[in-house]
Nanobody, 120 residues
Framework: QVQLVESGGGSVQAGGSLRLSCAASGVAYSCMGWFRQAPGKEREGVATIRTGGGNTYYADSVKGRFTISQDNAKNMVYLQMNSLKPEDTAMYYC???????????????WGQGTQVTVSS
């Protein structure tokens, strides 16, 4: 069974940076993704990466600011977040899925989440 454990969240001021990490163990999936959910809002896809080819996909709201990457040898997935904005404040989740999409439906395994808070 795949287990995902996120780390790296915290509180930063607007314009700052954070790097989220996701440690994966178990059977590999075709896609790894980062999602986020703010209080009172629906969960949204932030970025995904194909584990086999490295193709990446981003939500329009984070393009040019966030970068998803992976280290297959270490079974790690990262989300580098730069130029953070208060609207990026949310719980961030790592997920493993059958194919890449910025929707939740293909993702079968989820981490427990790590909180990111951006103050103005």
């Amino acid at each position: 069974q795949v287990q995902l454990v996120e780390s790296g969240g915290g509180s930063v001021q607007a314009g700052g940076s954070l790097r989220l990490s996701c440690a994966a163990s178990g059977v590999a999936y075709s896609c790894m993704g980062w999602f986020r959910q703010a209080p009172g809002k629906e969960r949204e896809g932030v970025a995904t990466i194909r584990t086999g080819g490295g193709n990446t996909y981003y939500a329009d709201s984070v393009k040019g600011r966030f970068t998803i990457s992976q280290d297959n040898a270490k079974n790690m997935v990262y989300l580098q977040m730069n130029s953070l904005k208060p609207e990026d404040t949310a719980m961030y989740y790592c997920a493993a899925g059958e194919y890449c999409a910025l929707t939740s439906s293909p993702f079968r395994v989820w981490g427990q989440g790590t909180q990111v808070t951006v103050s103005s």
